[in-house]
């Protein structure tokens, strides 16, 4: 098998795409043959060293991948050799195959392409739990989403006007908004050229959004935390931007508003029933054709580094996805 080896996790640079023996499965295990795998900001962090969780190297990168099952260990009930499947979480999938424990794998629903299935489960199931669950978004509420034409962006989009909500999206490019649009946002504002807070009230009418959506903190937290509307929920997801921002409490006090913090990961290790049910609805929403990643690239497993030097330079539109053909 070839997978991309990290030995030295000081970026993408050092990774390097090599040939090793291709193992069986132990007990519990599972060989996946990889058909496609996404990239997600965390798999960047990883490789710099810069993420929360430090896998002991080597490692292979890759958290979010779907294939076939190629060969299955000792006592394995839940798969056989030919199903698709689909994982988030466990590592190894930028590479051709992988082994995995079988307890880490999804079955893959009929009718589930198997790029889509690699660039949906995190983005979506992230922005499920935000919207839906901690964010209480609904029908007819305004939600503005920043980064909005980014992996967890576009979900956002899709996810919100599913729900029946009005959505802003926000954006750094003419360019980014224009797929916004495209995706079904409502309003957009380009952050770099406008006013962010001159156009949030503009386009609320004064009121301010209802909730906001933000994986991008840095120097555009505050700004938006001052925009939000009366009871509103600004729900933190990511900080895409590298600084961590720091709100005054007391606008949190005048609008009556909520911050609140959501780690989908989290989320289905502790409320697996709960965690289940959003995907569910997903699954179903995906089959009605309500929501559908929006993929970039399909670039070859070997092209991994092309893939990170276009997510570090903010050029990703959506999710990029990495081919086994
Ligand atoms: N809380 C959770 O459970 C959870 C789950 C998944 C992801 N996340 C987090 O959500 C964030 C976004 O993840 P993603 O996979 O959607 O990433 P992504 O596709 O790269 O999107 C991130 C967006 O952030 C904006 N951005 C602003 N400054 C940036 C910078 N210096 N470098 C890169 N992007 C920058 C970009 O939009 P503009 O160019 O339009 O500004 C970009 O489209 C990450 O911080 C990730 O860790 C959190």
């Not at 005048?254 to 995907?279: D, M, Q, T």
Request: proline residues 6%.
């Amino acid at each position: 098998m070839q997978v991309w080896l990290c030995e030295n996790p000081i970026g993408p640079e050092a990774l390097v795409w090599t040939t090793l023996p291709t193992p069986e499965p132990k007990e519990g295990e599972v060989r996946v043959a990889i058909k496609a795998a996404s990239l997600n900001f965390p798999d960047l962090l990883i490789v710099q060293n810069k993420y929360q969780m430090k896998p002991p190297l080597p490692f292979v990168p890759g958290s979010e991948y779907s294939g076939i099952v190629e060969a299955v260990g000792e006592g394995v009930t839940g798969f056989k050799v030919g199903d698709r499947v689909v994982t988030f979480g466990g590592g190894g999938g930028f590479g051709t195959h992988v082994i995995t424990k079988a307890a880490q794998l999804m079955p893959l629903p009929e009718g589930f392409a198997f790029d889509d299935a690699a660039a949906f489960l995190c983005t979506y199931g992230t922005t499920h739990h935000a919207l839906i669950d901690r964010g209480q978004l609904k029908a007819g509420e305004t939600v503005l989403v920043l980064g909005a034409a980014g992996g967890v962006g576009t979900a956002a989009i899709q996810i919100a006007k599913a729900a029946g909500a009005k959505v802003i999206a926000a954006a750094s490019s003419d360019e980014k908004c224009a797929l916004c649009k495209e995706l079904g946002a409502d309003a957009t504002i380009n952050y770099t050229t406008g006013n962010l807070r001159d156009e949030i009230k503009a386009l609320t009418g004064g009121k301010g959004p209802d909730v906001v959506y933000d994986p991008v903190g840095g120097d555009l937290a505050e700004p938006v935390f001052r925009s939000i509307g009366w009871r509103g929920r600004y729900l933190v997801i990511g900080f895409a931007q590298g600084g961590i921002p720091a709100l005054p409490l007391n606008l949190a006090l005048l609008k009556g508003a909520s911050i609140v913090g959501v780690f989908w990961g989290e989320f289905a290790r502790r409320e697996p029933k709960n965690s289940a049910a959003g995907l569910a609805e997903l699954a179903a929403w995906y089959a009605q054709g309500k929501i559908k990643p929006v993929i970039d690239q399909r670039l070859p497993m070997s092209a991994l580094k092309d893939a990170f030097a276009r997510m570090s330079t903010r050029k990703v539109h959506g999710k990029l996805v990495l081919t086994n053909d």
